[in-house]
Nanobody
Framework: QVQLVESGGGLVQPGGSLRLSCAASGRPFSRNAMGWFRQAPGKEREFVAAISWSSSTAYADSVKGRFTISRDNAKNTLYLQMNSLKPEDTAVYYC???????????????????WGQGTQVTVSS
């Protein structure tokens, strides 16, 4: 059974940093694109960042230069380093994986087949 489990969320002050992790189990994802999405209360789920099987990356304009997506294939784990956090970054963050091998990244949530349960990030003073 495939599982994606996020961790690393929490409460942080504006300007602070957090590192989210997404541990995958049940199958390897080294040949698959993966991504991070987020959903704030009362808003639609939105794209944050994605990484292809070959580690090409893409970011939403709102996080570019502040967030970094990366992967450790040996650990079957996806990361999101978040720096210079703002109150508007407050949301539940989800990781996702595409089942297609050798896939490029996508900003479209419909492309992803597996999803984690989410981890809450709250940026507040």
């Amino acid at each position: 059974q495939v599982q994606l489990v996020e961790s690393g969320g929490g409460l942080v002050q504006p300007g602070g940093s957090l590192r989210l992790s997404c541990a995958a189990s049940g199958r390897p994802f080294s040949r698959n694109a993966m991504g991070w999405f987020r959903q704030a209360p009362g808003k639609e789920r939105e794209f944050v960042a994605a990484i292809s099987w070959s580690s090409s990356t893409a970011y939403a304009d709102s996080v570019k230069g502040r967030f970094t997506i990366s992967r450790d294939n040996a650990k079957n784990t996806l990361y999101l380093q978040m720096n210079s956090l703002k109150p508007e970054d407050t949301a539940v963050y989800y990781c996702a994986a595409d089942v297609t091998y050798y896939s490029s990244y996508s900003r479209d949530s419909a492309k992803y087949d597996y999803w984690g349960q989410g981890t809450q990030v709250t940026v507040s003073s």
